[in-house]
């Protein structure tokens, strides 16, 4: 089977979120299964020059938008198994970001006409194409307007994975032709109108012949409107060609016996490498080299969906219990200016880093010994599952990803790998910080037994990987 991914990000090569982790370890983890897989994202200018260095230009065509006629140039290279392409255009790629600019809907409009009009350079013609999220949810718009013309696409599969269904590619109606490129019959039909606005996930849902979501919860939850952002009808109407896939990890990069980051490496027998992370952690964030003080960290967006009002509310009641807590990430400005202050109001004891550093990502992971992860919602989420195989116990609220990967080990649970609480509550949140570091300071076996289970859970993209393998055939027949 030849199988094209097309994303927006893709790790190592450009990251804003848990997209790019998925479409830098699913590709590579289903070429080890014997197929043929490809992987095309934009050609940003923020990619490393070690990385383009190692491309090889393979030709330009013009893609035209609307009135626009636009250089496409295509680079490519090998890694992992996996060919990866680059679609150039420096005029829409090479800024400072990835995303957030003015013409972010003209961008990944180019994009996804691009991949289609690329097809013949890229060889054979793929029996699948696997899009995700709205910056690419043309792409099977695209494949079905073109199949009526173009003979060689019309077989082609695709599959659209929603990683998060808030951001919807939601546009002014002239854009349909004006931007688009396509007849105002994809508008006036219904296909890309909803509420009165282009919205290209809806109509990517309508035109994919699967849709796959980042987990199984999170499938069942978008049936929800609190979870669908305006999209529930659209998923019960797709509930037929709809399954949720659990993510995987990338434990060949994530994992503390080998991470190059850590001063010092560990497995889940031996433990003692963990504290040394921990005290150089400590040293380098400021902290008191407290070797019992309970660590309890974040790394996340800080963001409203990833629960931090909650931690806002109750963030003395965290202090009282004597843990020390890290903050990493960026964010909301309202966020950024809490966390900052409130690093003066609890110095040594609350480091605050607002910025976002891989590196220092895996170091904070390595150091905590508890993760807090309190999602209003969460399609997947990685950070619990690299927590976990980090050896810091996750505490976490049952929603999406969370609820499928973390196994409360509350009062009368057997097996548990980390602590759970279900409403959206801050003091509910509360209670739950205080059992774990109960536990943490009770009992300090105890509590290795849980974080050992975490670490030897297995997170690998093996049996997903499968599913995702399976799926394709099944529509390819
Ligand atoms: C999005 C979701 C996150 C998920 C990731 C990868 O970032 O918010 O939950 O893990 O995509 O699918």
């Known amino acids: 089977m030849k199988i094209l991914y097309v994303t927006s990000e893709a790790a190592p090569f450009c990251k804003t979120g848990g997209l790019a982790d998925v479409a830098g370890s699913l590709p590579p983890a289903l070429a080890a299964q014997g197929d043929n897989v490809s992987v095309i994202l934009p050609r940003y ?110 077989s082609i599969k695709t599959v659209l994975t ?90 060949k990069s994530y994992d503390p016996s080998t991470d190059p980051c850590l001063q010092e490496n560990y497995t889940p027998e031996d433990l003692s490498g963990k504290a040394v992370c921990k005290a150089w952690l400590q040293k380098t964030l400021g902290l ?72 220092l990502a895996r170091q904070i992971y390595a150091g905590a010994d508890l993760f807090l992860m309190p999602s209003k919602s969460e399609p997947c989420g990685l950070s619990q599952m690299i927590a976990m195989r980090y050896g810091a116990v996750p505490i976490v609220r049952q929603t999406g990803g969370l609820a499928d990967t973390v196994r409360s080990c509350q009062v009368g649970q057997a097996d548990g790998n980390g602590y759970v609480f279900s409403n959206y509550n801050a003091y509910d949140m509360l209670h739950t910080i205080q059992q774990a570091i109960g536990l943490y300071h009770g009992c300090r076996a105890d509590f290795q037994v849980v974080q050992r289970r975490g670490m030897e859970d297995d997170f690998s993209w093996g049996a997903s990987a499968r599913t995702y393998r399976d799926l394709y055939a099944s529509l390819v027949g």
């Open 45 to 154: 200018g923020l990619i490393a020059q070690e990385w383009k260095d190692q491309m090889t230009f393979l030709g330009y065509i013009y893609v035209d938008l609307g009135w626009r006629h636009e250089y496409c140039g295509l680079f490519s290279l090998e890694y992992q198994g996996v060919t990866w392409y680059f679609v150039d255009n420096e005029h829409y790629f090479l800024r400072g970001q990835l995303y957030g600019e003015y013409d972010d809907g003209e961008r990944f409009a180019f994009f996804s006409r691009a991949v289609v009009d690329l097809l013949p350079m890229m060889g054979d013609m793929p029996d699948v194409v696997n899009c995700n999220d709205w910056q690419t949810a043309l792409v099977p718009i695209y494949l079905k307007d073109y199949a009526v013309r173009w003979d060689a696409v019309r």
């Open 162 to 251: 929603i990683h998060n269904i808030e951001y919807q590619g939601m546009f002014g109606e002239h854009t349909v032709t004006d931007l688009f490129g396509l007849d105002f019959g994809w508008y006036s039909g219904g296909t890309l109108e909803w509420n009165g606005c282009v919205n290209l996930l809806k109509g990517a849902m309508l035109c994919a012949d699967w849709i796959t979501t980042v987990s199984p919860t999170y499938a069942r939850q978008l049936h929800n409107a609190y979870y669908a952002h305006g999209l529930e009808q659209i998923v019960d109407l797709c509930s037929g060609k709809m399954s949720g896939v659990l993510n995987g990890l990338d434990v």
């Open 288 to 359: 008191q080299e407290a070797p019992d003080a309970p660590l309890l960290a974040i790394v996340s967006r800080l963001v409203g969906h990833k629960g931090m009002d909650l931690v806002c509310q109750v963030l003395d009641g965290i202090m009282d219990t004597g843990a020390q807590l890290v903050v990493l990430g960026k964010g909301d400005y309202g966020y950024e200016c809490f966390f900052r202050d409130t690093q003066q109001r609890y110095g040594g004891r609350l480091s605050a880093q607002i910025t976002y550093s891989d590196a």
